[in-house]
């Protein structure tokens, strides 16, 4: 049973950071590529970014990109989302995702290539 468990939402003013955990357990870390989506009231689920299993490769949404930041650390079984320079249009809940494709296979950005999801975490931005 492979489980995810994301933590570090919360609620924070516009311009502030915030740093999401997610630990995975019931399978190699180091095999999967993780992601992050985000879905905010009545929207659809949406990329965030997206990490390779050695940690160089990533991927980012253009509206996340030169402010979040993924990384992760394959002897904690963790993948980070750093998000700075936050604003109203990030409040959403966030996602943590696995998939067991491949970097050079994979989409990241789309939901149904990944297998494995955490229950979310509710990150609020204040303007």
């Known amino acids: 049973q492979v489980q995810l468990v994301e933590s570090g939402g919360g609620s924070v003013q516009a311009g502030g950071s915030l740093r999401l955990s997610c630990v995975v357990s019931?399978?190699?870390?180091?095999?999967?590529?993780m992601g992050w989506f985000r879905q905010a009231p009545g929207k659809e689920r949406e990329f965030v970014a997206a990490?390779?299993?050695?940690?160089?490769?990533?991927s980012y949404a253009d509206s996340v990109k030169g402010r979040f930041t993924i990384s992760r650390d394959n002897a904690k079984n963790t993948v980070f989302l750093q998000m700075n320079s936050l604003n109203a249009e990030d409040t959403a809940v966030y996602y943590c995702?696995?998939?067991?494709?491949?970097?050079?296979?994979?989409?990241?950005?789309?939901?149904?290539?990944?297998?494995?999801w955490g229950q979310g975490t509710q990150v609020t931005v204040s303007s």
């Open positions: 995702t696995a998939g067991s494709r491949s970097w050079r296979m994979i989409r990241t950005d789309r939901p149904n290539e990944y297998h494995y």
């Open positions: 019931g399978r190699t870390f180091s095999s999967l590529v």
């Open positions: 990490i390779g299993w050695s940690g160089i490769s990533t």
